[in-house]
């Protein structure tokens, strides 16, 4: 099993079998000390918190699987913080979708000039390169076709999975009484057909939520969805 | 003849029979006294820009009359610094269209994990709010038509456009052995139909063009284009 990449928050091994183990570790995005879903260093290590988000990944993966929604996961074993998926070829260096059902985050501080502070948006999708010096910018449509990230096509699918997969992660929050105001999401290509599936994770620091109008800190959310 | 507005580089009066008069001044924008068109505060003032920003704005109006190119523009009286123009209705409160040609600029700093400085691109159109406060922030299709700023139809024909205009002064560059990398726009809707036609001008301040790699400032721009 070899360390083929280590991430800010996984690592990636390659199976012998042509699948990859993620290894989920304790490490968290942040800044000065402070965690903080959307910095692009790791911050601080909390004990448990690779558990935590692998557990409520596996719950959202195992969702999406019951509702055809097609996903590079295979298995996850708790225990060891792992998760074994299939090989996926992301688009260009990466591209990060982000689903707003409120107008919050880079969305208000772009757009303020016409739309209030949590101001309810409907499913609306954008989309950001992973470029840390660059600071994850925004793209448009036809500046993915052109810069050949993803094709026409290919943008309506990833928007289409998007917002089916952002209803799912929303209906099972607002069973614990918990409201989603934005989610991201990682996409890749998997097998020779090309097929556009979701990748990477879904845990705590990849969304926004609020109960009874408090913001709800990616740990605590976790917490929140995974008590019996 | 009231006064209705006054803005960075130019006055609006109203006309009597509706129409609207624009008064170019010699003020141009700029920071720390040095002209950037890009910048969103005057910088400085420079005698007879008013003028030569006419002249040109003139010259690339009727071009595109003449090639049925719906615009605001009526007509023009170089000695007063005036033109006068049809009514208009903006979007939202201003939109800038960019056609991109090659790869600098604004494109470039978000993009240069995708793109080489410089590099060929095919009359690529983007738009951006104008929001001086937010740095007027890039917006795609999809958020323009959510916050009722353009619908889908009309970010349509307001990219036709945006490429034919640029085509036009593309060409009208080339005759003077400039190449033209970027141009920005603005458009309004006209009359009881709601017609989108281009508005504001087309001044040196308006591009980037390059003569024998060199960059060329939007002053001495004009002045190339405008001599016999």
Chains 1, 2 share one sequence.
Do not use: W
């Not at 692009?40 to 959202?60: D, M, P, S, Y």
């Not at 689903?99 to 609306?124: I, K, N, T, W």
């Not at 290509?189 to 800190?217: H, P, Q, T």
């Amino acid at each position: 099993m070899d360390l083929v990449y280590t991430g800010k928050t996984k690592d990636v091994y390659a199976l012998e079998d042509g699948n990859y183990l993620l290894k989920f570790k304790d490490d968290v995005t942040g800044e000065d000390g402070v965690f903080d879903p959307g910095a692009n260093e790791v911050g601080l290590t909390i004990e448990g918190a690779g558990k935590a988000g692998l557990r409520l990944t596996k719950l959202f993966f195992e969702r999406l699987k019951e509702e055809g929604i097609p996903t590079h996961y295979i298995d996850a074993d708790i225990e060891k913080a792992t998760m074994t998926v299939m090989p996926a070829e992301v688009f260009g260096e990466g591209i990060e979708v982000i689903c707003r059902h409120r107008a919050v985050g880079s969305f208000y501080r772009r757009y303020g000039m016409y739309v209030e502070e949590g101001q309810p948006l409907d499913s609306f999708v954008e989309i950001t390169l992973k470029d840390d010096e660059r600071k994850d910018p925004p793209i448009t449509k036809d500046a993915l076709d052109m810069l050949g990230i993803l094709t026409a096509d290919e943008y309506e699918t990833v928007k289409e999975l998007t917002q089916k997969i952002a209803d799912v992660v929303k209906d099972e929050l607002s069973k614990k009484g918990l409201e989603l105001y934005d989610i991201k999401f990682e996409f890749g290509r998997v097998g020779d057909s090309g097929e556009i599936v979701l990748i990477d994770e879904i845990s705590g620091g990849n969304m926004r939520a609020f109960k009874d109008g408090e913001y709800i800190e990616p740990l605590r959310l976790e917490k929140l969805m995974l008590e019996e």
